[in-house]
C-alpha cells in the first residue's frame, strides 16, 4: 500500500459527508440552492508533474485543463476557479504562467475568482493548485453506473500526449501535434454535457486508458474488456501501428479523452470510438487484433 | 513594489468576473441558484507560515482555522472544503495533521469534501491549501463599507498569537494561553453571523490590528483613528500593559478576530470592544493612552 494509499484511507474517515461520495471518485457533488456544485482541484508539481524547462504558459494551461476535463466527465458548467500559486522569483514566468492558464480559462468560460500567493523558500520545488467549482446541467454521470453488456467508449484517441511526452525528452525544442497534445490537453467540455445525459458511466482518461477502464470496471462490479486501442493520423504516422505502439498508447496518461459506457444499441449522441465492452465478473482484458494480450506491470499513471 | 503585488496586478486583468470583487477582498462571492456562494483558499508553507517543528496536528487545525475566519468575516456558514495536501513522507506526520485538520473541521461544521494528494521532490519545503465554501446567511459585509463617523470595533483582544510565537521562538515546548492562542486560533463564525446583518464594513484580523485596520479605511476610502489596543488578562499578566507592549500586539498577526464598523450610536448586538473611529480623510492614526504614536515602520505581516 502505497503513501498516498494510506493517507487516502484516513482522509476517508474524515470526508462523510455524502457530498464527498466517499472520495471515490474525481469529484465531490454539492447540493446548494437548487443547484449541484461539481467540486475538484488538482495539484502540479514542480519535477513530479512538470519539467523546470516546460514553458510556464503552457504549464498554466494545463493546470487549467485538468481541472476542466473533471468539469467535464460530469457534463458541468464552470462557474469559477481559485488558485493557489508559489512565486517564481522571476516575473516574466510568473507572467507567462498566467497568460496560459488565462488562455485556458477564457477558451473555457471558467472565470478566476480568487486564491492565495504565497513565496516558497529558496531552493524548493513549487506547486500550484487550482481548484474548479462547476454546477451540473443535468444527471451527473458516475464511474461506477455501466451495467453488463454496456459498450465502452472513447470521444478519441490516445496516446498523442505520451508520445509527445517522449519527443520532449528527447529534445525539448520538439514540436507538432504530438507536443501540443502533451503541452496543450484540451477539455473535453462540449462532448460532456452533450453525453452525460445518456451515458451510464462516464469519467476522463488522465491517467492511461487501460487504469482508467479498469478503475471504473471497478466502481461498476464488472469486467472490461478492451478491444481496440484508437491512435491519431498523427501517431500512425510517427510510431506506426503496431502492437507494442497501440499498448504503449493504452498506457500512456494525460490524453483527456471521455471514457463512457452506454446500453448496446444505443448510438452515442456523438462521434465516438467503441473501445470494447462492460462483462459480468472483475478484471481487464486487452485484446489487440483479437488476441489476448498479457497486461502491462504498469497500467498507467499510478499517483503516489 | 513587491513580486506579489505585481503578481496581483496581473491576477487582477484576469480575474474580471464580478464575483471576483476585483481581487480586493479575501473572499469572492458567487451567485448560484439563489445561493451565494463565499469562497476562499489559503496556503500555508514550511519553513514560511509554520516551522517545520511545529506539532503536525496544531498546523492541520490552524489551515482549517485561517480559512473558516473568511468565512466568519462575512457572517457565512461553512458548506464544505478541498485540501491540496503534500504528503511528509512520514504517516504518523501525516496522520496528525489530518487529526488537527479534523478537529477544526468538525468543531465547525466544515465537510471535507476533496482535493488532491502529491508527493513533493526530496528536500523541498511542503505546502497546503484549503479551499472552503461558504453560504452566505445575509447581507455579506465588505471592507470598505464603512463611513465617517462609525465607530471601530474588535470581537477580542489583540497580541496573544503573536506574543504565543514568541514564547515558541524561545522554547519549542512552550505551553499556555498564549501559546494556545497561536497554535489554535479560533475563527469567529458565531460572532460574524451574528454581526454580518448590522456592520457597516467587517473583516477578520489575521495580520495584525494596524495593518488590517489600515486596509479597511483604505477601502472605505477613510481616515480611522484607533484609541485603544485591547490586552487579554494572560497577555497582560505575562507582559505587563505598557505602551511598548501595546504596539506590539498592535502589530501582531494570526489573531482571527474580527474588526467591524457601526454608525455611531448603535450599540454592537454582541460584548465587542471600541477600539476607535473612522473619519473623513485618509490614513492611520493610533493613540495610546490619549497620545498619538509614531507608527511602527512595519505595521504588521505584510505578505510577499
Known sequence: MSAE?????????????????????????????????????????EGIHYL???PPADIGW?????????????GAKPLGCLLNYALSGDDAWDAAFLEGLGEALERHAMPLLGGDTVKMPEGSARSYSLTAIGEATGPVPVRGGARAGDRLYLTGPVGDAGAGLDLLRADPAAAGPLVDACRRPRPRLAEGALLAPHVS?????????LIDTARLAEASGLAVTIDHVPLSRAL?????ASTAVQIAAARAGDDYELLFTLPA????PLRAIPVGRMERGSGLTLKIDGTIMPL???????HG
Open 296 to 302: 502491462p506491470d504498469r497500467l498507467g499513471w499510478e
Open 62 to 74: 494545463k493546470l487549467a485543463a485538468v481541472n476542466l476535463s473533471d468539469l467535464a466527465a460530469k
Open 236 to 240: 500512425e504516422k510517427a510510431r506506426g
Open 265 to 268: 444499441g444505443v448510438k452515442p
Open 201 to 209: 458511466a462516464m469519467m476522463d482518461v488522465s491517467d492511461g486508458l
Open 5 to 45: 494509499s494510506r493517507f487516502l484511507t484516513l482522509l476517508r474517515l474524515l470526508a462523510n459527508d455524502p457530498a464527498a461520495q466517499e472520495l471515490r471518485d474525481d469529484v465531490a457533488v454539492l447540493p446548494v440552492g437548487g443547484a449541484r456544485l461539481i467540486l475538484t482541484s488538482d495539484t502540479m508539481v
Open 52 to 54: 523546470p524547462t516546460d
